[in-house]
């Protein structure tokens, strides 16, 4: 218990410096503060989510003490909160239906689709409250925005053309919430793959090829790209979330490439090349979205593994 304890305090501490760390200016300190949930992610998988909820506050308290209340309720709802619910959500498991409990079948996992569409929640909230501390209409955000990125520019000694400039505008919000997303799901794979080396992982590891979202989720892709169109505050929030489901789907369209590829000889050469075009062409990641939509309306995975034969019996 004392051991428990003081991994949980070390760990709380760390995410605080790491979280402390923009402040020196340094460019590394731009890694460390979105790897900031990470320490109290490998000890919530490792030693509980509770471990992870004890850590997050002693390192709250440290925030507060050194940067006063504002970045202490920010630190929380950037890095304690999801660290504790996402942990206790990995960690989340039920015997199957129909099964007597205490038997030894496998348990049922909390799906790792729903795990993602929660990272997608926690990124979009965040990603809103960010834009409305900027403003509380749509005309104030963007001129914050623009502000913002003016004096960026000049900074850099750049130049931009106005319509280059309202661009970057209009795309800030967008990018804000996909680095969210990717930024939480990193840390949450990182945590993982730490605990499952230290022996801690007290799930088996998930097959990542089998995640899907929801089939409701579509629905509420379709309601926000809707919603894009109707102008002003709540556009700009429709965009946020329709980024940030797209970001999911585009996983899972990663799930569909790895499932779709298992046949192939080649199959390390055709994945490398597919990743090298997604990081060199943004439209590809567009592509890759549209892939796992397809899949969640057309069960392209399930098809394909029907359509495969079985696997030959071990001698």
Known sequence: MIA????ALAAGIASALMFASITSGAAISLLLINLAPLPLMVVGLAW?????ALGGIAATLVIASLFGLPYCI???????LPAFWL?????LARPPEHVPAGSDEA???YPVGRVLLWIVVFATILTAATLLTLGTDAATIHKTLRTGWTELVEAAGLTLNEATLDALVSVAPIGAEIA?????????WLAAKIAA???RLHRPWPNLKNTALPITTIAVLFAAIICCFAGG???IMAQVLTSGLSIAYAFTGFAVIHTLTLAMKSRALWLGCIYAVVAGFAWALLAVALLGLADAVFGLRERYLRSRPPPLPKP
């Open 74 to 80: 920010a630190f929380a709802l950037v890095n304690v």
């Open 87 to 91: 942990s206790h959500l990995v960690l």
């Open 197 to 199: 080396m230290s022996g």
């Open 107 to 109: 348990l049922e996992w």
């Open 180 to 188: 969210a997303v990717a930024m939480l799901t990193l840390n949450l």
């Open 48 to 52: 509980g989510p509770f471990s992870a």
């Open 4 to 7: 428990t304890l003081a991994i």
């Open 233 to 235: 505050l709540l556009a």
